[in-house]
């Protein structure tokens, strides 16, 4: 008899809900999507496939749901590790890996990718090849003279983004399908490679500024060995947010809970103390049906607000993503795989990929393929910041003079 394999909808964005959609229909199981899981009728199943982040209150229909299957799967980065929700624990929020509610295999992944799903369904284990191993660029692990926050587009070649001070974590990370890597955009190790990949990565990070100047008490700034200083240096500077960048995906499962005061709302504990150069990314990777608009509007609001001009390249480009954002809504909600698998390969072609990687302030960080026009003419700006509070579509947010994120809001 074939399996009974549910899928369960918690959390939103649905980026890994929606990707189980492309799991082969001649799978040999029986596949059934639970939209909203307070609905569910309990009956024994096989798996049960946990999508999504959990909080404590879900723990309850959580447990019921592991009592009926013989296997239950916390499927992308949010139901393993809490994903970027997981950053709203610095706030108090108690977003919940599934293995802290019940026993799971995680397979990790933003966005959870639907054939690892599928081997782990089928008793399989997925491949754990390093990430740095499929990567165009060479790690040659030297000392840094600095450290970065954006690189140059045009200036970009194919050396290790750590190599050139710009914090990756590739280091700690599994091979993955949406590759960021190639679209200029460095790892945040949605899939790990080892346990506690944050502190390893903050440790190997650490090491490698070895020769970055931190400064100190009494030489005013230049590195000495009296005390350090309380006012910023070359180091925390260059790392304006070490929860983002080292501990985007593991912060609940490497990491207190903190407290710091809840803003009230999980998007935006998530993203007030961003950096505003991380928040397209971070965008792309949280915003499931709604990333695209999301990533546009947090990019559209500084453009107007500071007068970064775009031609018309880069506008139609935005706007046919916004057209298939516009049909997603109700396709996936309906379940129509074929739709979905074209809307996916359309927005990878000019995005990069799930995670909207390759969508950057002016433009796009990387040529698209089959755009006929120079990369020159489309390519994404280096961002410089401006105090201020800047409002587009649904999103308003204010940073401050280091470009730092200290309110946000999103109006769904
Ligand atoms: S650390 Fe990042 S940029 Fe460097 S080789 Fe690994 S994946 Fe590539
Ligand atoms: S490159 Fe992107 S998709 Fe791949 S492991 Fe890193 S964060 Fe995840």
Same mark, same amino acid.
Request: glycine share 12%; proline share 9%.
């Given at each position: 008899m074939a399996q009974k394999v549910t899928v369960f909808n918690f959390g939103t964005c649905a980026k890994c809900f929606d990707a189980t959609?492309?799991? +082969?229909?001649?799978?040999?199981y029986e596949l059934k999507r639970a939209l909203e899981p307070s609905k569910w009728v309990p009956s024994p199943i096989d798996v049960a496939v946990i999508t999504g982040y959990l909080l404590p209150k879900d723990k309850v229909l959580v447990e019921k749901i592991a009592k009926n299957a013989k296997l239950v799967i916390a499927f992308g980065s949010c139901a393993a590790t809490g994903g970027p929700f997981g950053l709203a624990c610095a706030r108090?929020?108690?977003?919940? +890996?599934a293995r802290d509610m019940v026993e799971a295999i995680d397979v990790h992944g933003c966005v959870g990718e639907w054939f690892e799903l599928h081997q782990v369904i089928k008793g399989n284990q997925p491949d754990r090849a390093k990430l740095c191993d499929a990567c165009k660029r060479r790690s040659t692990c030297k000392f840094l003279s600095e450290v970065v926050r954006q690189i140059d587009p045009s200036q970009d070649?194919?050396?290790c983004f750590n190599d050139r001070?710009?914090?990756?974590n590739g280091y700690v990370a599994r091979q993955c399908?949406?590759?960021?890597?190639?679209?200029?955009t460095p790892c945040r190790a949605c899939k790990p490679l080892v346990d506690h990949p944050g502190i390893r990565m903050l440790s190997m990070f650490g090491t490698l500024m070895a020769n970055v100047e931190v400064g100190t008490e009494a030489t005013g700034g230049i590195a000495g060995t009296d005390k350090l200083a309380d006012a910023p240096d070359d180091v925390t500077r260059s790392v304006p947010d070490v929860s983002g960048a080292f501990f985007r995906f593991s912060l609940p499962v490497e990491? +207190?809970?903190?407290k710091l005061p809840s803003t009230g709302s999980i998007l935006s504990d998530v993203f007030t103390g961003r950096p505003l150069e991380e928040l397209p990314l971070l965008a792309g990777m949280l915003g499931g049906r709604r990333a695209i608009s999301m990533v546009l509007d947090i990019i559209e609001a500084y453009e107007n607000g500071t007068g970064i001009e775009i031609n018309d390249i880069v506008k139609g480009y935005r706007n046919k993503l916004r057209e298939i954002e516009a049909q997603m809504q109700s396709v996936t909600k309906a379940g129509d795989a074929a739709w979905y698998g074209s809307a996916a390969d359309a927005i990878r072609k000019i995005a990069g990929n799930m995670n909207l990687s390759n969508i950057f302030f002016g433009g796009f960080k990387t040529p698209i393929k089959d755009e006929q026009a120079p990369f020159d003419e489309y390519k994404s700006k280096i961002i410089e910041f401006k105090k201020g509070t800047y409002q587009a579509g649904r999103v308003k947010y204010a940073i401050d003079a280091e470009g730092k994120v200290n309110e946000f809001s999103w109006r769904p």
């Open positions: 959609l492309l799991l +082969p229909a001649d799978n040999g108090g929020t108690k977003v919940t +890996p070649d194919e050396s001070g710009f914090m990756c399908k949406e590759k960021c890597i190639d679209v200029a990491m +207190p809970i903190g």
